[in-house]
Nanobody
């Protein structure tokens, strides 16, 4: 069973930065893909970014391109989301997701494993 635990959320002013972490455990992740999603109040959960565990591919939502960077630390079994130039519209609960198939981790309806989420609030 895969366990995902997010951390690093908090309150930050617009223009600031945060780094989210997702610690993964439960199996070998060498063939997995990891993703980040977010859900703003009253809105549906949406894709933010994804990375193959090998690091060979990344994918970003248009709304975060150039501001957010996804990366992973293989020895630590941890995936990061570095968020810069934060905006109030980036506010929401951020979830880590994992799946053994790349295309499945890009879609909120198909990603197989989820963390509990971490709150990010960006004040204007």
């Amino acid at each position: 069973q895969v366990q995902l635990v997010e951390s690093g959320g908090g309150l930050v002013q617009a223009g600031g930065s945060l780094r989210l972490s997702c610690a993964a455990s439960g199996r070998t992740f060498s063939s997995y893909a990891m993703g980040w999603f977010r859900q703003a109040p009253g809105k549906e959960r949406e894709f933010v970014a994804a990375i193959r565990w090998s690091g060979s591919s990344t994918n970003y939502a248009d709304s975060v391109k150039g501001r957010f960077t996804i990366s992973r630390d293989i020895p630590k079994n941890t995936v990061y989301l570095q968020m810069n130039s934060l905006r109030p519209e980036d506010t929401g609960v951020y979830y880590c997701a994992a799946d053994s198939l790349w295309h499945r981790v890009l879609d909120v309806t198909t990603a197989g494993y989820w963390g509990q989420g971490t709150q990010v609030t960006v004040s204007s």
